[in-house]
């Protein structure tokens, strides 16, 4: 089946245009380019270095559109200038050796579910984008809803201000025609995230909740979601032997129940082993997947242990064991905050009120600390509105309007859960996985006994089985309580900090129940 078949006459019948080729095809597409090494897991590994990460800095949204929260996040672009990158993006297609184009969407619910169509010459990046998103639902030209088009050209130099942008990349979006360029960086996470964008894009302005965060589905089904930034243990607590997973990483919340945007995961590698986590280790290395940025010694064996912080592995969710095959799920009836505080002065849990839930939400706090970014030597507090600032195409108050307004509709249990460092991370070792799994477990299957409130306001429970009672309370691992009280105010304060910008923005109720150290 060529492109003009495919309702793609921009792109015309040539031997080297190929058009929704399947897993396998595209696999060995990508050896037989050269565009990437077979390690002995049977993955195809590559290399997009310089580019290991995202570029925030690269990624523009074009101007007007009355919806878009403009700033250091969405960066405005003329439109004038993207449709003059956008064309030459696919001229660069045309002239390119070879071309894949895959039709795929997002969504797992069909009431919410958007078509999108990846233009790129690389075969690997189509791999990708086969193995995140879900399967196209009915032909280009029989939806009723207009495809996103993502032009995909990793090759492509911008030059600077010259064409709008800042450098030779630009991640470029028009919520308007619906259209997306990639251009300058081969970094494979760019294509996800920017369909995620679209999501946050469209579904608020339809009711729906959209959350960075993943969800999983109890015997009984019961929905639970997790939200943390990075490091705070997310994936790992999420995926739980004994419960479901619906999806580890982007989420909707509509009238139907919970929904998982995406196909697969893109889990991080370094670190990785079979002991900790078993299911992602068998999935990254199943025949036919994706690594990128890898460490290989001289047998193209991967390790785990050194390389690239952002080194990962992409793989269908089909992989995984214990899986909920259609992404869906009800109404949580759990919502945990994962955090990994390095103050050493939130509680390993804390169970919050809806004006809590709402202020912690647009916090998406958690500690920076030595060695997860160059120039970090001591513990930072880093905040990110709704656990993701950098895909918010709205104001952040609005994702956590329509949380607040799911919350308040199904009212579920809401908490914070602390995976960093009790009593500091100079002076105590993390916080045992064996005390937060059992944490995890006992607010899940409703066995939190009594409640006690600390000295910062939160109400904590008094006793959970399988974690000593004195493990509860921050304040029982400090051997000085004046090093407590006084990390326990510079926190405070820079929450507060940190909440100014929302003042006008937000109910005073919200803006009020931070935490606050009373003596």
């Known amino acids: 089946m060529n492109f003009k078949e495919q309702g793609h006459p921009g792109l015309l019948n040539s031997p080297r245009r ?33 580019d290991t990460g995202r570029s ?41 050796d070879r071309v894949y184009l895959q039709d795929r969407s997002v969504g797992a619910d069909p009431e919410y579910n958007i078509p999108v169509t990846l233009k790129t010459p690389r075969a690997s990046a189509a791999l990708f984008a086969n193995t995140m998103f879900l399967p196209r639902w009915g032909s280009t030209e029989s939806s009723e809803i207009q495809p996103y088009t993502i032009v995909h050209a990793p090759d492509m130099q911008l030059n600077g201000v010259q ?15 619906r259209k997306m360029l990639i251009a300058g960086t081969g970094y494979l996470g760019e294509i996800k995230k920017r369909m995620f964008g679209a999501m946050q894009y469209e579904l608020p302005q339809q009711g729906v909740a959209t959350m960075h965060c993943s969800a999983n589905l109890g015997e009984k ?13 997310k994936t790992t607590l999420s995926m739980d032997p004994e419960r479901r997973l619906i999806g580890d990483d982007e989420h909707g919340w509509s009238d139907n129940g919970v929904f998982n945007f995406e196909n697969g995961s893109y ?35 991967p ?6 912080e952002n080194m990962r592995g992409a793989f269908p969710l089909t992989h995984l064991e214990n899986v909920k095959k259609d992404g869906m799920g009800g109404h949580p009836e759990n919502i945990i905050f994962l955090t990994a505080d390095a103050s050493g002065v939130l509680p390993p849990v804390a169970k919050l009120s809806p004006e809590q839930a709402a202020y912690h939400y647009l916090s998406g706090y958690t500690s920076k600390v030595a060695g997860t970014e160059r120039g970090v030597t001591q513990p930072e507090a880093t905040f990110s509105a709704c656990f993701g600032s950098p895909f918010l195409p709205l104001a952040p108050e609005r994702y956590m309007e329509l949380l607040s307004e799911k919350i308040a509709a199904h009212n579920p249990r809401i908490w914070l859960v602390n995976t960093g460092w009790p009593g500091g991370v100079n002076n105590n070792d993390r916080m045992s996985i064996a005390h937060t799994r059992s944490i995890i477990n006992a607010v899940l299957q409703g066995e939190v006994e009594g409640e006690v409130k600390d000295a910062l306001g939160f ?58 150290f009373r003596q």
């Open 221 to 233: 089904g019961d929905v639970a979601l997790f939200f943390g930034l990075s490091g705070t243990g």
């Open 18 to 50: 190929f058009s929704n080729l399947d897993n396998p095809a595209l696999f060995q597409e990508g050896l037989g380019n050269g565009e990437g090494l077979r390690l002995s897991t049977g993955v195809i590994d590559v290399d997009t270095r310089p």
């Open 163 to 177: 064409d709008g942008v800042k450098s030779h990349r630009g991640i470029i979006t028009s919520f308007e025609d």
């Open 459 to 516: 109400i904590v429970p008094a006793q959970i089985k399988d974690v000593p009672k004195n493990a509860l309370m921050a304040a029982n691992y400090w051997d000085n309580l004046d090093d407590y009280r006084q990390e326990a105010m510079k926190l405070a304060a820079d929450f507060e900090s940190n909440m100014l910008q929302y003042a006008g923005r937000v109910d005073r109720s919200i803006l009020s129940a931070g935490p606050r």
């Open 303 to 308: 390790i785990y242990s050194q390389g690239e």
């Open 56 to 96: 925030p800095k690269d990624s523009f949204v074009v101007s007007g559109d009355p919806e878009v929260d403009y700033g250091d996040v969405n960066q405005p672009i003329d439109k004038e200038y993207f449709d003059r990158l956008f064309s030459r993006g696919e001229e660069y297609l045309k002239k390119s």
């Open 267 to 301: 889990a991080k590698l370094i670190g990785l082993s079979e002991e900790k986590e078993p299911g992602i280790y068998k999935a990254t290395r199943q025949e036919g997947g994706i690594a990128e940025n890898s460490t290989i010694d001289l047998y193209l064996n």
